[in-house]
T-cell receptor, first 113, second 114 residues
Framework: NAGVTQTPKFQVLKTGQSMTLQCAQD?????MSWYRQDPGMGLRLIHY???????DQGEVPNGYNVSRSTTEDFPLRLLSAAPSQTSVYFC????????????FGDGTRLSIL | SQQGEEDPQALSIQEGENATMNCSYK?????LQWYRQNSGRGLVHLIL?????REKHSGRLRVTLDTSKKSSSLLITASRAADTASYFC??????????????FGDGTTLTVKP
């Protein structure tokens, strides 16, 4: 199984550009999340989804949009990129509620110039 | 603010020694999980301990949980160079059983010297 797949692995944008980070999982997990990780820090939750058609905001949602039209895919959209959004973005999925481990992709390294 | 905080921020040991890292959190939790992150990779789940458990083992890993002190520790015994990584604790609060709303600490960077 591929697990959680994120594309692209690297991206450089100019301030004001928009783009979509892709995330797909093949484990039929209901729960999917997007995190950002800044240097030397842990992960901060951007948005999450508990199933197709259902999304909610995390700790740092401003400047990002998500949608969940299928169980497998959970894209993250940057509406108008800003240098403060330079970070490594991780997508994760999990099965069921509460006491289940999250499975992570290898991340997208995004630089905003 | 982050729910979990790891201590120490960095730890350097020799191969064969034990490594202990700690996690403190602020609110009552449903469970606590430990993850490992190798450089340039995503996080990998190591072990989950529920709030009604005090100790859990998995291979060379031993995790303890003290809910009265709101703290957990991860012990890696007989460390190997391949254990070099960052280690994060993540908590799921009692108020939210959705694993997708885990809160991560800033991590402990472990270096194991051959």
């Amino acid at each position: 199984n591929a697990g959680v797949t994120q594309t692209p692995k690297f991206q450089v944008l100019k301030t004001g550009q928009s783009m979509t980070l892709q995330c797909a999982q093949d484990m039929n997990h209901e729960y999917m999340s997007w995190y950002r990780q800044d240097p030397g820090m842990g992960l901060r939750l951007i948005h999450y989804s508990v199933g197709a058609g259902i999304t909610d905001q995390g700790e740092v949602p401003n400047g990002y949009n998500v949608s969940r039209s299928t169980t497998e895919d959970f894209p993250l959209r940057l509406l108008s990129a800003a240098p403060s959004q330079t970070s490594v973005y991780f997508c994760a999925s999990s099965y069921g509620q509460g006491n289940q481990p999250q499975h992570f992709g290898d991340g997208t390294r995004l630089s905003i110039l | 603010s982050q729910q979990g905080e790891e201590d120490p921020q960095a730890l350097s040991i020799q191969e064969g020694e034990n490594a202990t890292m700690n996690c403190s959190y602020k609110t009552s939790i449903n469970n606590l999980q430990w993850y490992r992150q190798n450089s340039g990779r995503g996080l990998v789940h190591l072990i989950l301990i529920r709030s009604n458990e005090r100790e859990k083992h998995s291979g060379r890993l031993r995790v303890t949980l003290d809910t009265s002190k709101k703290s957990s520790s991860l012990l890696i015994t007989a460390s190997r160079a391949a254990d070099t990584a960052s280690y994060f604790c993540a908590t799921v609060p009692v108020s939210n059983t959705n694993a997708g709303k885990s809160t991560f600490g800033d991590g402990t960077t472990l270096t194991v010297k051959p």
